[in-house]
């Protein structure tokens, strides 16, 4: 049964320090996405990829704030420094095409704690 | 700009009773619509989707939805609601084509069923 891997499940973490969420999407999905859920803004996308490549970062703090695809395998999302505000739960999904009729598969998400 | 409205914030409905949860979209062309389904600590599993056709499409665990164009609704049903059915539940839309997508979720409805 294929799905999407987050590491860590969740962190903890003090004010300034940089934090690194880990996503495996689906083999053969060519399109992640990463996006924040907290009780006051609900669901925000921060950034998609599509062979690996950004297409768009808008809804990212580029101040803090950096994803990348290192492989097909693996995407990363950064925070440096990390700031009490960041306090949400991050997820990844990824999608088997970039085809707007395709959906997307979630992560079981990252749990973030800035102290 | 797209846009996805879910007005009702949560929804109580008793076990064994249908429920409706609502969804209105704006968006400039043909949409693709989207139900998800967020359990507790979990992240957001798909449940049905609308790309064309029958105005009535039918997905997981015995929901179905119903495309309106003509007053831009999606809204989601069950014939009889289950305890288990209490999670948070998503719209999203996006549109077609195979440039770049982004789908565009709306706020989130608390689905609450009482026994």
């Known amino acids: 049964d294929a799905r999407v891997t987050q590491t860590p499940r969740d962190k903890v973490t003090e004010m300034g320090q940089e934090v690194t969420m880990r996503c495996q999407p689906i083999?053969?999905?060519?399109?992640v996405f990463w996006y924040r859920q907290t009780m006051m803004q609900g669901l925000e996308l921060l950034a998609y990829f599509r062979n690996r490549a950004p297409l768009d970062d808008s809804g990212m703090p580029k101040d803090r704030f950096s994803a990348e695809m290192p492989d097909a395998t693996l995407a990363t999302l950064k925070i440096q420094p990390s700031e009490p505000r960041d306090s949400a739960v991050y997820f990844c999904?990824?999608?088997?095409?970039?085809?707007?009729?395709?959906?997307?598969?979630f992560g079981p998400g990252t749990r973030l704690t800035v102290l | 700009a797209q846009s996805v409205a879910q007005p009702e914030d949560q929804v109580n409905v008793a076990e064994g009773n249908p429920l409706t949860v609502k969804c209105t979209y704006s968006?400039?062309?043909?949409?693709?619509l989207f139900w998800y389904v967020q359990y507790p600590n979990r992240g957001l599993q798909f449940l049905l989707k609308?790309?064309?056709?029958?105005?009535l499409v039918k997905g997981s665990y015995g929901f179905e939805a119903e495309f309106n164009k003509s007053q831009t609704s999606f809204h989601l049903k069950k014939p009889s609601a289950l305890v288990s059915d209490s999670a948070l539940y998503f719209c999203?839309?996006?549109?077609?084509?195979?440039?770049?997508?982004?789908?565009?979720f709306g706020t989130g409805t608390r689905l609450k069923v009482l026994a």
């Open positions: 968006v400039s062309g043909n949409p693709y």
């Open positions: 083999l053969g999905h060519n399109t």
């Open positions: 999203a839309v996006t549109l077609g084509g195979t440039g770049t997508y982004k789908y565009i």
């Open positions: 999904a990824s999608g088997p095409s970039g085809r707007g009729y395709n959906e997307q598969f």
């Open positions: 609308y790309i064309t056709g029958d105005n």
